[in-house]
T-cell receptor, first 113, second 113 residues
Framework: NAGVTQTPKFRILKIGQSMTLQCTQD?????MYWYRQDPGMGLKLIYY???????DKGEVPNGYNVSRSTTEDFPLRLELAAPSQTSVYFC????????????FGQGTRLTVV | AQSVTQLGSHVSVSEGALVLLRCNYS??????LFWYVQYPNQGLQLLLK??????LVKGINGFEAEFKKSETSFHLTKPSAHMSDAAEYFC???????????FGSGTRLSIRP
């Protein structure tokens, strides 16, 4: 079972570059999420989606964009990377947000220099 | 808006001692509450969840948590710590009308031999 797969695992970007963090899940989950994790700050929700074609902002959406054209994929786009976006990014999915388990990918460690 | 507060960013206990990790929540509606665990360089995995069926919730690896509405708390406990319990623990909340899961700042648990 693949679950939630994130690529790449590591990436170094220069300031001003852009990139897309890929996330795909094979569990047919409707809900998908992007979080960033910074030391001592826990996980902050960037964007989430409740189904294909529907996305919404989370707690810290500035500097990011998402799309959800299929149930399986939920890519996160960084435009004009900044040092403040250095973080570990986690994608997660769940059948339903309210009372079900969220399944996490292994994370992408991004450094912006 | 829903939120959780975890008291203590770092807790250290001796092997065999009681583990107590504290979480208080804020929610305008009956909450769904979760505890997740993160081992080094991995994603998060669910320990247990509260969905109003029972106030004492048992999870994996001998952990349990008690929902106390009067105290707005959902503290995580384990009677006897093992070295393998060393990890970071996150409390999270979602409510029945929300489509997102909000995490606390995390508590790092260390186990002394």
């Amino acid at each position: 079972n693949a679950g939630v797969t994130q690529t790449p695992k590591f990436r170094i970007l220069k300031i001003g570059q852009s990139m897309t963090l890929q996330c795909t899940q094979d569990m047919n989950h409707n809900y998908m999420y992007w979080y960033r994790q910074d030391p001592g700050m826990g996980l902050k929700l960037i964007y989430y989606s409740v189904g294909a074609g529907i996305t919404d902002k989370g707690e810290v959406p500035n500097g990011y964009n998402v799309s959800r054209s299929t149930t399986e994929d939920f890519p996160l786009r960084l435009e004009l990377a900044a040092p403040s976006q250095t973080s570990v990014y986690f994608c997660a999915s769940s059948p339903k947000a309210a009372n079900t388990e969220a399944f996490f990918g292994q994370g992408t460690r991004l450094t912006v220099v | 808006a829903q939120s959780v507060t975890q008291l203590g960013s770092h807790v250290s206990v001796s092997e065999g001692a009681l583990v107590l990790l504290r979480c208080n929540y804020s929610s305008s509606v009956p909450p769904y509450l979760f505890w997740y665990v993160q081992y080094p360089n991995q994603g998060l995995q669910l320990l247990l969840k509260y969905t109003s069926a029972a106030t004492l919730v048992k999870g994996i690896n001998g952990f349990e948590a008690e929902f106390k509405k009067s105290e707005t708390s959902f503290h995580l406990t384990k009677p006897s710590a093992h070295m393998s319990d060393a990890a970071e623990y996150f409390c999270a909340v979602s409510d029945s009308s929300a489509s997102k899961i909000i995490f606390g700042s995390g508590t790092r648990l260390s186990i002394r031999p």
